[in-house]
């Protein structure tokens, strides 16, 4: 079978289109044939795939061939199943016939001899000529039609079609359509079945000695052929994956070693998308094929595949995944193959993967996530061969122009150098180009940075390209050292271009001669086969090269440093355009990177800030400070000769900002410098910039800074400077957010004085207004140093706590202050509930309990209300307050002492009154005290006693007095509490009096009763009555008649005194009747506790001895009356109605004033003799009046005379309720009698039901 392999490819090359055969019985096919092939390709044919599922193809393209054409010949049974793919697939019958009898006769049985083949699909075609106006005919046609299809046609397919050429045939076609279509579809199912069973054949041989690849081979791809004609290209490209599989799997089986290709001409260049690059007889190698060539054949197999399934994405997909993997067997036969023939075969192939990409992607016709996939594959094709494309730069000298960045060292040197069987040798008439290359390499100096960095340049080879080459010749293993370097004693490790003479080495190599080995079979005897020199390398590659590539675009590339640069920036464009427009958006950022070096070399500065721009964002995102430290000099040397003052200043002050171990004191002082002078020279705009990582801020150890709402303070910060030296700041600001409310900007507190950071830790103290209530942390610090405006918002990277170079990343932030919400901070009472002494000396108690507050210096404002004065004459006393728990035992303020480190011991002071205002002393700034205020309660009226039967009514707030206090504290006086304080004053004693006794002599026992008010003892020493006039004392002389004293009355208990009084027997006449009242002595002591209420005046606590104290005398004036014994009028009450009184309605009620007897002398009233006035008193909650309340009624002066008074109300209230009582303003009580007297109570009933309101019962 593997000798049709020839014929196999010129007939595959042949047939690309599914072949009909046309059996032309009755002459139609030069008639009909245009209008078969206008009909082409087939618009919708269902066919079924190798998994037997039906799939839609779409313009499935069939080529109509007669029986008799050469191209159909009869051929070999073998012959036919080798290329069975281009065998009809279909077999159409062109008949036409008018006379039932001929078709009978003539046409039936020839075709019944044609279709007796049951391999073919067949179908019939009738076509009829025959005009639509020849009716006889037409009926004829018909007939001849209807018989042919009972006589080929069945019930399980319709294998007869009518075409007619003179009239409409738009039914024809589809059904045409649909015949071809289900014969295509047999046969392919019959042909798949019979290939899968022959390849099923020889898979099972594959491990045996007899397999043979090329006959799996063609029966493989022959299947797969069939596929592709019929458009069903994922039914073929899975037979080229399990083809490659099958391959690799039996290529390289133990005992058939094979060769493995890659030396003809132009094997150099990749064949990745040329699957007819090679005849299929050149690369066949027994019974296999070369590894090199067929598997290039079978990519290129899949890539048109799937370029015709518009899949270009995973054309690179498997592009660069080939790409890898055959690298590496050119890997494993380097020694073999000609020199760099793996770097110039991926550099073709990636470049030959993306052309072809390229061409056949068209943006928006896939989904956005494989359109950036592509991309992506694409970026990294360009990042591959750009790579491989390096390395050959660099074999022939071109190292000095390729950027020593921290990418290109990472690339190439982890790319291991060529390993040729020999190195390529020198060729005879090359010492011009050894001399020029020499003086190439004599030339190429070291780009010196910015600033004065000194780097040691990154490497750009894995190891000394000089030591390798001499390593891999023929003749020599390991030479000595120093004739290997040319007696060059400057030789440091890494590239031999960094070791020019011109860079001195810190190190020389010092080594003793070594003795030449040979790497090779043989002698060394020629004193001419020394080792190579560098600048010998690189023209003994360069000329292996040119021997090696076949590609004069690419021989372009390599022939001039100008080109190499314009090849080389080609391939890093197309690197870092197509990674942008993928999801690696970083690596093209990195690539801009080498991009803006090149324009960096060249001058071009504006080109060259914006890529550079965009990397030195890159990587301080990814905080990638050793690379930052590489790029971001050159990026400030591009600002400062592109004159952009605000981009320099920034860019060096992120240098400042890197880590200290990446560049030297010397350089980083440099860097300040330029900030300095920068900040300090004739910019026309401030520069703002963020140096959150070079001026790091944080809050003071320890708990967060406690102020009340109101209150200023002292903030203090810990402020970290990176700079290397000192460094003046012209402004600082702090901002403070609260936590509760971070949409409001902070308030931005300033420093009071320019400020000078040192290195490392700095502490800064910043004045504190008054903030609202909340917790604040740091915000933002700002400042400025000349024209530069910088801000920090960041806490700092760690160290040791002790030290200065500690900063500490605090996430979430810790409270740096906090406000409380206003509460009460002091509290401001009165010591003493119960009454004092009034017109006497008392202290006033005021408590001042601070609430976890200090009232150091805190001034207090006293001012006493009205009837109140303070004796200045006696200081103020501040004593230690001493609240006693009963739960505890202990005292509230000993433990609030106890705790507190600033109390002092000291228990009470004197303070005197200036101005109305005390200063707090030190000691009570945290401890409750208690305040003891001289005052004296002033009152002018003189206390009255009253009767046992009608007692008065004690009206507390006579003896009310207020004191107004206002306390100053905090820090500054800011914080303001007012409170009023009041005071009870109150009389000793409360007198009721009552006439216990009357003797037969006129003499009356009068009963003096004192009750105390205080609550303190109150000792009575003596008493005595002064009587008014119209009484007169008896036997007692205005003594009591009991001599028990001292008497002792105890709080809220009551004592007794006894006078006997008698009336005067003589009385004056007139208006001497009104008698002046009678006043009540005692004089008494008290002991009291002014912690506890009424004490001891202070001016009597004050006076020398107890003879020299001044004793305390208490008047109380008495009323005391004479008794009624001759009234001159009677009022008396008259019944109410009998049905009782009910609220709502109306009654009557009545008085009747009588007249006992006629009033003369001075029993006269001032007024009318025969007029009365008379008032109605009533409660208006209980009674409605509806007459005249007050008014005058016609009394005769002649004894005996009555009126009665009546006056209509309303009840208003149910219940037993007090009745209106009537009076007479203008008579005395002692002229009036009541007789009968009005009722206490009354009772008034509730209303009674209204039938308007009731609800009926259901």
């Not at 899968?196 to 491990?207: C, G």
């Not at 799937?306 to 055959?326: A, D, Q, W």
């Not at 996530?369 to 730069?393: H, P």
């Not at 967060?704 to 030296?725: E, H, I």
Request: net charge negative; glycine share 6%.
């Amino acid at each position: 079978m593997a000798n049709y392999l020839a014929q196999f490819q010129t007939v595959k090359t042949s047939c690309d289109r599914i072949v009909a055969a046309v059996e032309d019985v009755s002459d139609l096919w030069p008639t009909v044939k245009g209008l078969f092939e206008e009909h082409q390709p087939l618009k919708r044919a269902f066919l079924t795939n190798r998994t037997r599922n039906p799939v839609l193809v779409e313009n499935l393209p069939v080529e109509f061939i007669l029986t008799t054409d050469a191209r159909l010949r009869s051929r070999s049974p073998q012959e036919q199943y080798l290329f069975w793919f281009r065998e009809p697939y279909a077999t159409i019958v062109l008949v036409t016939c008018e006379d039932l009898d001929e078709f009978k006769n003539i046409l039936k049985p020839r075709l019944k001899l044609i279709v007796q083949n049951d391999e073919r699909e067949w179908f019939i075609v009738f076509v009829s000529k025959v005009h639509p106006s020849n009716d006889q005919a037409t009926k004829s046609v018909k007939k001849v039609y209807a018989k042919l299809e009972v006589d080929f046609s069945s019930k399980k397919r319709e294998r007869c079609c009518k075409l007619d050429i003179h009239g409409p045939n738009a039914h024809f076609w589809e059904d045409l359509e649909l015949k071809i279509t289900e014969c295509i579809r047999n046969t392919l199912d019959r042909r798949v079945l019979f290939y899968e069973d022959e390849i099923r054949k020889l898979t099972e041989q594959r491990f045996m000695p007899i397999w043979n690849f090329c006959n799996f081979f063609i029966l493989k791809e022959s299947l797969a052929f069939i596929f592709e004609m019929a458009h069903l290209h994922e039914d073929a490209l899975r037979e080229y994956d399990e083809l490659e599989l099958c391959y690799l799997e039996t290529v390289n089986m133990l005992g058939k070693q094979r060769e493995f290709g890659g030396f003809d001409s132009e094997d150099d260049q990749a064949t990745l998308l040329k699957p007819g690059s090679k005849p299929l007889t050149q690369i066949v190698q027994d019974d296999s094929f070369r590894e090199f060539d067929f598997r290039q054949y079978l990519f290129a197999c899949q890539s048109r595949l799937l370029f015709k399934l518009n899949r270009p994405s995973e054309v690179s997909s498997r592009g660069y995944s080939f790409v890898i993997s055959f690298a590496k067997a050119l890997t494993l036969h380097e020694s073999v193959l000609p020199f760099c023939l793996r770097e110039v075969w991926v550099i073709t192939a990636c470049l030959a993967l993306l052309d072809a990409t390229a061409s056949h992607h068209h943006d928006g016709i896939v989904a956005p996530n494989i359109e950036k996939e592509l991309y992506r594959l694409q970026g990294d094709l360009y990042s591959l061969a750009r790579v491989k494309f390096m390395r050959l730069g660099y074999l022939i000298g071109y190292g000095t122009d390729i950027e020593k960045s921290p990418l290109n060292s990472a690339c190439l040197s982890m790319l291991p150098w060529p390993k040729p069987a020999v190195w390529p040798s020198l060729p005879p008439d090359a010492s011009s180009e050894v001399l020029e290359k020499e003086k190439t390499i004599l030339q190429a100096t070291s780009r010196t940075k910015h600033f004065g960095i000194q780097r040691k340049p990154l490497p750009l080879e894995p190891s000394v390209l000089l030591r390798v080459a001499n390593r891999r010749r023929a003749s020599l293993s390991t030479g000595n050292i120093p004739e290997i370097f040319d007696g060059r004693t400057g030789f440091t490790e890494g590239s031999g271009l960094e070791a020019s003479p011109r860079t001195p080495s810190s190190r020389k190599v010092q080594a003793p001669p070594m003795s030449r080995t040979n790497s090779s079979p043989g002698n060394f005897e020629s004193p001419l086969d020394r080792p190579m020199r560098l600048a010998e390398i690189f023209v003994a590659a360069e000329h292996a090269l040119r021997l090696t590539i076949s590609d004069h675009d690419l021989l372009k590339a390599l022939s001039s440093t100008q080109d190499f640069e314009h090849k080389y920036l080609n391939l890093t464009k197309g690197a870092a355009e197509n990674y942008h427009r993928s999801w690696w958006k970083r690596h093209g950022v990195v690539l801009d990177g080498e991009i803006a070096a090149v324009c960096f070399k060249h001058g071009k500065y504006d080109l060259a800030a914006n890529s550079y721009e965009k990397v030195c964002a890159l990587y301080a995102g990814e905080r990638w400070q050793d690379l930052l430290a590489e790029v971001l000099p050159n990026l400030a040397e591009c600002q400062k000769n592109l004159n952009d003052h605000a981009g320099y200043m920034s860019s060096c002050v992120r240098l400042l900002s890197l880590d200290k171990g990446l560049f030297s004191p010397k350089e980083r002082q440099a860097f300040q410098i330029e900030v300095v002078n920068l900040a300090h020279s004739e910019m026309e705009n401030p520069v703002p910039l963020d140096v959150s990582s070079l001026i790091t801020f944080s809050g003071s150890t320890g708990p967060p800074l406690q102020l009340c709402d109101g209150d200023p303070g002292t903030l203090l910060v810990t402020v970290w400077s990176g700079f290397p030296d000192d460094i003046t700041l012209d402004s600082l600001s702090l901002t403070l957010v609260a936590t509760n409310n971070t949409d409001e900007g902070g308030q931005a507190l300033k420093s009071s004085a320019a400020t000078v950071l040192k290195p490392g830790r700095n502490t800064i103290t910043f004045d504190l207004p008054p903030q609202k209530p909340g917790s604040y942390v740091l915000g933002v610090v700002t400042g400025q140093i000349g024209r530069l405006r910088f801000r920090s918002h960041s806490f700092s990277k760690g160290g040791p706590a002790d030290t200065d170079d500690f900063m500490s990343y605090e996430k979430p932030t810790r409270p740096i202050l906090k406000v409380s919400k206003p509460r009460a901070l002091v509290d401001l009472a009165s010591a003493v509930s119960s009454a004092l002494l009034i017109n006497e000396a008392q202290w006033i108690g005021i408590i001042v309990h601070p609430i976890n507050y200090s009232l150091k210096g805190a001034i207090l404002h006293i001012d006493t209300g009205p009837g109140l004065k303070i004796e200045d004459s006696y200081g103020i006393e501040m004593e230690r307050y001493v609240e006693i728990d009963c739960d505890a035992g202990a005292s509230k303020a000993e433990v609030s002492v106890e705790d507190s480190p600033v109390s002092p011991k000291q228990d009470s002071e004197v303070l005197n009154l200036c101005d109305g205002k005390i200063v707090f002393s030190e000691w009570a700034s945290n401890v409750s005290s208690i305040l003891w205020v001289p005052v004296r309660a002033l009152s002018e009226k003189l206390a009255r006693g009253s009767s046992s039967v009608t007692p008065l009514k004690q009206d507390i707030l006579e003896g009310m007095r207020t004191v107004a206090l206002k306390l100053e504290f905090g820090m500054h006086h800011n914080q303001i509490f007012e409170r009023t304080v009041a005071a009870h004053f109150t009389d000793p004693f409360d007198v009721t009096t009552r006439v216990v006794n009357k003797c037969n002599d006129g003499t009356m026992v009068l009963q003096v009763m004192l009750h105390s008010l205080v609550k303190v003892n109150l000792i009575v020493l003596d008493a005595w009555l002064d009587l008014q006039e119209g009484f007169v004392h008896g036997k007692s002389e205005g003594r009591p008649t009991s001599t028990f004293f001292p008497l002792v009355v105890s709080p809220g208990s009551r004592a007794a005194v006894v006078f006997s009084i008698s009336l005067e027997k003589t009385m004056s006449s007139g208006k001497d009747l009104q008698l002046p009242e009678s006043i009540l002595n005692i004089k008494y002591e008290i002991n009291g506790d002014r912690a506890a209420g009424a004490h001891k005046p202070v001016d009597a606590d004050h006076s020398g001895s107890d003879s020299e104290r001044r004793a305390l005398v208490f008047k109380s004036a008495i009323v005391l009356q004479r008794p009624v014994l001759d009234p001159c009028l009677t009022v008396g009450f008259l019944q109410l109605p009998s049905d009782g009184l009910r609220v709502g309605k109306l009654i009557t009620i009545q008085w009747r004033v009588e007249r006992l007897k006629e009033l003369k002398g001075s029993e006269a009233v001032e007024q009318q003799h025969d007029e009365v006035l008379y008032e109605v008193n009533a409660n208006s909650e209980n009674w409605m009046i509806a007459g005249r309340k007050r008014g005058h009624v016609s009394l005769s002066e002649e004894k005996g005379s009555r009126v009665v008074i009546s006056i209509l109300c309303v009840p208003l209230v149910a219940g037993y309720v007090r009745p209106p009582q009537l009076s007479l303003p203008n008579v005395e009580e002692e002229n009036v009698r009541s007789n009968p007297p009005g009722p206490h109570l009354v009772c008034v009933l509730p209303p009674l039901l209204s039938s308007s309101y009731c609800v009926p019962v259901k």
